[in-house]
């Protein structure tokens, strides 16, 4: 089964029991795709919130779900990290306190990022702040990467996720859906 492994955690009898990767799941124990977490929020769309935690310049250039509020759980450094070959990030200190002044931890939210991974690190962290009502969105604004050297696609994020499941998509910005961590 690899890094895959099963979670049997449901809320209801309707809810399936899905594999999920080792680096996406969270303390909760709640998961929905991309389509599902769509369905949940236009089946309440008062009671139910996205929030998309990738730093605001992907929430920006990257484009996202019309109706998430983009707050960061990480930050981008701007320094080249020679041995990772990559532009590091750093924890944004005031996620939580920013998640906390839009919602109170009974409300249901469901955390979506590229692909699943900071999501589960964002819920984790909400979770310890006594949010009960926290799903991750598994598959992510990008999908998961294709890895089939054969393919045009081949480590490119094509595989699911919001945007190529063909949901609600914008480029467009309402300024008070963005929480910008403060600057020290």
């Known amino acids: 089964m690899g890094d895959e492994v099963m979670t049997s955690r449901k809320k209801s009898a309707s ?3 899905r594999k999920v990767p080792q680096g996406k799941m969270t303390s909760l124990g709640l998961y929905v795709t991309a389509k599902e977490a769509y369905e949940m929020w236009r089946s309440d769309p008062d009671r139910v919130k996205i929030v998309d935690c ?3 310049e992907e929430f920006l250039f990257v484009g996202h779900p019309p109706m998430a509020w983009n707050i960061p759980f990480a930050l981008q450094v701007y320094e080249w990290d020679v041995e990772k070959r990559q532009f590091p990030m750093k924890p944004n200190q005031d996620f939580v306190k920013q ?3 839009c ?3 009974s409300d249901t939210l469901l955390v979506t990022c590229r692909s699943g991974g900071r999501s589960c690190l964002a819920i984790n962290a909400l979770a310890k702040a006594g949010f ?3 799903y991750n969105i598994i598959d992510g604004v990008e999908g998961d990467m294709v890895c089939d050297p054969e393919s045009v696609y081949h ?3 094509m595989k699911n996720g919001w945007k190529n499941a063909g949901l609600p998509w914008t480029y467009e910005i309402v300024p ?3 929480l910008l961590p403060k600057t020290r």
């Open 54 to 56: 990738r730093t605001t």
């Open 99 to 101: 998640v906390m002044k």
């Open 176 to 178: 008070d859906r963005i």
């Open 155 to 157: 480590r490119q994020r």
């Open 15 to 17: 809810e399936p029991i």
């Open 103 to 105: 919602f109170k931890p």
């Open 132 to 134: 009960k009502n926290v």
